[in-house]
């Protein structure tokens, strides 16, 4: 009889043990940190977690259920148990992707049956590294000797949202609830303890009833703005390239480190380019979403902030593709440069050898056994010769560019802009435009007024002399 197949037991990651503690932190606006904190170690501490929320839920009703859980373990489940109902598996669930798996989630509903169906999304917030630890008062970790640019995983700070606008509380149905995770690292801690609860509770629509359409695109956009800002990662790759173009121009690193280094630039900027998109996926996807709700609140701002975040998404995203380009113009000089560099050292080496190789040549003619020539020959042929190949590596070359600047006028052209051309202050056009709807005489009366008193200009071109003695003829009945 085959034995029964054991199932392997589920390991959990490294700092991800069973007694761990999980650090969870309940909003409320009374407190000075803007929240209650506690440290879960285990299911035990389910009935402490519970009377933190029903003393919240009954202090301040009005105001949305918040609680950030920074971290993961296998007994969250139980633990959200005591307070949610029907969805703390769900909820576990989300935490759990949000911990070890790498994608991330569009806005969207948990499931597409029943009533009260909670919102949920995992986005990949993006900023400058450093931004992450100067907003909380601590200093970057230094760089890596091996490598001197962020890899882009410290761009990104994940964060999935739970969002439900009544019925999962089981202290109070009506109230609105929303769980906030984020990974267990220092720099996310000091982030949520230090600055989201008070910029979530300093904003005073926080408090103001929504659906629950209407309540994840508040909670997406505040996240976001608080967050990402692709301003900042813009100027980080403006300071990048203007160093790269610094370090191109002075030479200051060897070509290959130069050109490696952009590369990885450019590698850089398409990458941010698929966590930009993301983002302005989500936003046109949360805006089709105004639709759905009740006329009254389709006037609400919000709708209107989302729409002026898709179209900064639009422009950073150009901004991105200039920046890249601008790159891969870098790149192709310093390649040029390499070439030209390589083309002067062949020219120098073929300057050498025109002026030697005839010496050479006639050194091993009279080296030949056979030949009895006084050696005094040798010099009086080899001067000559030497003196000509001077001529000709020397003054030859001048003498080409003298011809080719008298035959074909190598100077440098240079156009005189001229302020016909170009729109003056209060104008709307240049005075050189003519307008399609203008009939001839009246351009030619505009004209006659620029031009000084008495004083008549010869037509540039024969078109317009016939144009001119047409309207001369008209004016004088021959037409």
Request: proline share 6%; aromatic share 10%; net charge neutral.
């Amino acid at each position: 009889m085959a034995g029964r197949r054991r199932h392997a037991r589920r390991r959990s990651p490294p700092g991800y043990g069973y007694d761990t503690p999980i650090t969870i932190r309940i909003g409320s606006r009374r407190s000075a940190n803007r929240y209650h904190e506690m440290q879960a170690t285990g299911p035990r501490d389910a009935g402490r977690f519970a009377r933190l929320v029903d003393d919240q839920v009954r202090t301040h009703p009005d105001d949305p259920l918040m609680i950030a859980i920074n971290g993961h373990q296998n007994w969250l489940s139980e633990l959200l148990g005591a307070c949610f109902e029907d969805y703390w598996e769900g909820i576990s669930e989300l935490n759990r992707e949000l911990q070890f798996a790498g994608t991330a989630q569009f806005p969207e509903k948990a499931s597409m049956s029943g009533q009260y169906v909670p919102w949920t999304f995992i986005t990949d917030q993006m900023n400058v590294p450093e931004v992450y630890y100067w907003s909380v008062g601590m200093e970057p970790p230094e760089d890596d000797a091996e490598r001197s640019m962020p890899i882009i995983e410290q761009y990104r700070m994940r964060v999935g949202v739970w969002s439900l606008g009544r019925g999962a509380c089981r202290f109070d149905r009506g109230v609105s609830t929303t769980l906030i995770f984020t990974r267990n690292t220092p720099v996310a801690e000091h982030v949520v303890g230090g600055i989201m609860f008070p910029y979530l509770y300093a904003n005073q629509d926080l408090s103001q009833p929504r659906g629950d359409e209407e309540g994840i695109c508040f909670i997406f956009i505040r996240l976001y703005w608080l967050l990402t800002d692709w301003q900042n990662i813009l100027r980080a790759l403006i300071t990048r390239l203007d160093e790269a173009e610094i370090n191109s121009h002075g030479q200051q690193f060897p070509v290959k480190l130069r050109t490696r280094t952009m590369h990885i630039e450019v590698d850089r900027i398409y990458e941010l380019k698929d966590y930009l998109r993301f983002h302005s996926r989500s936003f046109k996807k949360l805006k089709k979403l105004q639709t759905e709700v009740p006329t009254p609140e389709q006037k609400d701002p919000l709708w209107d902030d989302m729409d002026d975040s898709i179209d900064d998404l639009e422009q950073f995203d150009s901004k991105l593709d200039s920046l890249k380009e601008r790159f891969n113009n870098l790149l192709d000089l310093e390649f040029n440069i390499q070439n030209a560099e390589q083309s002067d050292d062949s020219s120098f080496l073929t300057t050498v050898a025109t002026l030697f190789l005839p010496i050479s040549f006639l050194a091993s003619v009279f080296g030949i056994t056979t030949i009895t020539w006084p050696a005094i020959y040798y010099l009086y042929v080899a001067l000559p010769i030497l003196v000509l190949s001077c001529i000709f590596v020397f003054v030859y070359p001048i003498t080409v560019r003298r011809y080719q600047k008298a035959r074909y006028g190598l100077e440098s052209t240079k156009i005189t802009l001229r302020p016909r051309d170009f729109t003056m202050l209060g104008k709307e056009l240049p005075d050189g435009v003519d307008l399609p709807g203008e009939s001839r005489t009246s351009r030619m009366k505009n004209r006659a007024q620029r031009q000084s008193v008495g004083e008549k200009q010869a037509p540039r071109s024969r078109s317009r002399a016939r144009s001119q003695s047409r309207l001369e003829g008209e004016k004088d009945g021959s037409y």
